[in-house]
């Protein structure tokens, strides 16, 4: 009521990666604050809403869209991933296989959605399952840097849905990279190409490089 | 002569008694039948009110403004965990008869009230009360039982044939004591052709060949198996008797077609048969659903049929709802997003058990016609609510559980089944035809995208390669 000159953002952000990593279940954590073991499995897609208090002057509206693990759907994804403005791409630690997808799922995103800018989306990497024991992959971060760096995540984290850890920092994480991205001059050449859908364009446009 | 004289007044009084007695007797009954009725009327209403209540507080629980805490939050919140709390109490075995909603479980196996969502948990308490209160209310249930009855009396000694009694019959539902027998049958009339042509123990070789070596399939397989109806005490933990058939039907028929393998949906397709069929008679099923009535492709890689299936959808929608189709239009809503689950998997999951499986009925009757039927039903059904939203976020929002708070089946039966017709299959086929190609097409593109794309961050890599020494330097 009060806060008439608040600025809204409105994000879409994919959830993709391989079947049973647990993109629905770090959903449902975050926008529920809740867990259950046996979510059923996604087909198609599913929607969930969050909304944060970005910062005093900031909502930040997020339309998570769960994405279908199995391959066949990927056949779909063209649609399920316009106008998206960011994503996180999910793996389970437990599981190597889902984290080779993990390239697959980042050239498939790339191939079907640019930025009107001409960049990639921004997308976070997440190693999920992180309660359940040692994991190979993660033993060394530096590597992990490294395969984010040459994929072009901008960043990754170590996730529990069910313990709940690091998935508000990985979400805070990638909204950061939307908001400096949106501010990124650099306009691309073909206006035609997949837009994202911006609820408040005219306030936007700056809102990262002011802050400082 | 005196000894009959008396006997004859003892047979008149004593016939008088009785005349006396029944009447005394009918009477009773007649103020029985009335209380009950009025009992019934009364907890129907009680039902509502608990409901209506229920929403209440739901609203109040989240307030627009009030930030504060404010005693009648307390109140509210207090109110709230004790209409969650207090269940109803039920006697099991009549559960078992008739679909009392308000107890845990429905005939299905169903949880009334799921576990995992706490908003949900109040909407579902009060969708299942309102259900109760439905089934009190209207006492037709029991005709469509008799007629039942009576037609299976009819066909006890021939065998039943395809006829339109049946099909009238079916779609308003087949009661559950005779689901099983109909179901089965269904299934062998689509199937006959199949089945015929299959070596004897063909299923068992099938499952005995997938029990011995690990598919592709089979990892995806297991991985679903709990996510497949994780609200159904059939299939709710791995030891749950239901999860085992589950696997082996998934697990056969991975082998019997490895073109398809096995699709997620296709699992809550078999736990659906599974209710009602036996594991071979579900394989069946399945093979029915997948083989005989989808068109090809529906669950193979590219899920072609089902994807042109959703622009046939589309075009019928525009056509029969067209206020609804420029709605979606205006609000740039695609709602074929979340229609193509319901296709998928025949709208498990998407609808009340109650309305599933009437569906069903008809689906595995008639075929596939029935989704589209029952498509465009829900939608019309809610027309006017989903008129009234006015941003894509909040029609998506709606669209997303809107399914579930359909609870008449009566009535959805009816514009299914009437206020839709003309439905003719011709149309449906001539649509099929034309948007298979045009799918294709952008598939193929889709594809050549695609290659595109890699070749060219490939010499983008090299490049930086090349290059990268410098950046890092500069």
């Not at chain 1, 879409?12 to 529920?32: F, Q």
């Not at chain 2, 209710?275 to 071979?280: D, F, I």
């Not at chain 2, 998997?345 to 599933?356: A, G, Q, T």
Request: aromatic letters at 10%; proline letters at 4%.
């Amino acid at each position: 009521m009060q806060k008439h000159n608040q600025k809204e953002h409105l994000y879409k952000l994919l959830v993709i990666g391989d079947l049973g990593v647990g993109k629905t279940s770090i959903i449902k954590r975050y926008v529920h604050q809740n867990f259950s073991p046996h979510y059923r499995a996604t087909i198609g897609v599913d929607f969930a809403l969050k909304v944060l208090n970005w910062d005093a002057e900031t909502v930040v509206r997020l339309q998570l869209w769960d994405i279908a693990g199995q391959e066949r759907f990927g056949n779909m994804t063209r649609v399920y991933y316009r106008e998206a403005m960011g994503a996180f791409i999910v793996f389970d630690v437990t599981r190597p296989a889902t984290f080779e997808a993990v390239t697959k799922w980042k050239e498939d995103l790339d191939s079907k959605l640019i930025l009107p800018n001409g960049k990639p989306v921004p997308a976070v990497l997440l190693a999920n399952k992180c309660d359940q024991g040692i994991d190979v992959l993660m033993n060394n971060g530096i590597k992990m840097d490294q395969f984010c760096k040459e994929n072009g995540f901008v960043g990754w984290f170590e996730t529990s849905a069910k313990e709940n850890i690091n998935i508000n920092e990985a979400s805070r994480c990638l909204v950061k990279h939307i908001i400096a991205s949106e501010s990124d001059p650099v306009q691309s050449v073909e206006p035609d190409i997949i837009k994202p859908h911006l609820n408040s364009s005219k306030i936007v446009s700056c809102s990262a490089c002011f802050k400082s | 002569q005196d000894n009959l004289q008396g006997y004859k007044t003892q047979n008149k009084f004593l016939n008088k008694e009785i005349l006396e007695l029944s009447a005394l007797r009918r009477n009773a009954e007649a103020r029985e039948r009335e209380w009950q009725a009025k009992y019934t009327s009364l907890e129907a209403k009680l039902c509502q009110i608990e409901s209506k209540y229920l929403i209440l507080l739901q609203e109040m629980k989240t307030p627009v403004c009030s930030e504060d805490q404010s005693p009648a939050r307390e109140v509210i919140t207090q109110l709230l965990e004790d209409a969650l709390k207090a269940e109803p109490s039920e006697q099991p075995e009549q559960a078992f008869f008739k679909p009392h909603l308000v107890s845990e479980y429905d005939i299905y196996g169903f949880q009334t009230v799921p576990e995992d969502d706490d908003e949900e948990k109040l909407v579902a308490k009060s969708r299942a009360l309102d259900l109760r209160s439905l089934s009190l209310s209207e006492n037709r249930e029991i005709s469509t039982g008799v007629k039942w009855e009576n037609y299976l009396a009819s066909t006890m000694n021939r065998e039943m044939m395809r006829c339109v009694e049946l099909k009238n019959l079916i779609r308003s539902g087949i009661p559950h004591e005779h689901r099983s027998k109909m179901w089965k049958w269904c299934v062998s009339l689509h199937i006959k052709k199949f089945k015929d042509s299959a070596v004897p123990g063909y299923f068992q070789t099938l499952l005995q060949k997938a029990l011995e070596k690990p598919n592709p399939a089979s990892k995806q397989i297991e991985l679903d198996l709990l996510r497949t109806l994780p609200n159904n005490k059939h299939y709710s933990s791995p030891t749950s008797e239901g999860i085992q058939k589950l696997r082996n039907v998934l697990l056969a028929f991975s082998w019997r077609n490895p073109d398809i393998g096995y699709c997620q949906g296709l699992n809550r397709l078999v736990a659906i048969a599974l209710l009602y069929l036996e594991q071979e008679d579900a394989f069946w099923c399945l093979v029915t659903i997948v083989e005989v009535f989808m068109p090809r492709d529906y669950y193979t890689k590219t899920l072609l049929g089902s994807q042109v299936d959703q622009r046939v959808f589309k075009d019928l929608l525009s056509e029969k709802l067209p206020r609804l189709h420029a709605h979606f239009e205006q609000y740039k809503v695609d709602y074929t997003l979340i229609t193509f689950n319901w296709f998928l998997v025949v709208f498990v999951d998407s609808v009340v058990s109650d309305i599933l499986f009437k569906i069903w009925d008809s689906f595995l009757y008639e075929g596939p016609k029935v989704i589209f039927r029952f498509a465009l039903a829900l939608f019309k059904y809610k027309e006017e609510e989903i008129l009234k939203l006015q941003d894509s976020m909040s029609i998506f929002k709606y669209l997303r559980y809107f399914t579930r708070t359909i609870l008449d089946a009566r009535k959805l039966t009816a514009i299914a089944f009437g206020d839709l017709n003309p439905f003719p299959l011709r149309q449906i086929r001539n649509r099929r035809a034309y948007h298979l190609e045009k799918v294709r097409l952008e598939l193929t593109e889709l594809e050549a995208i695609r290659e595109d794309f890699l070749r060219e961050r490939e010499t983008c890599v090299e490049k930086r390669d090349l290059i990268s020494d410098d950046e890092e330097d500069s």
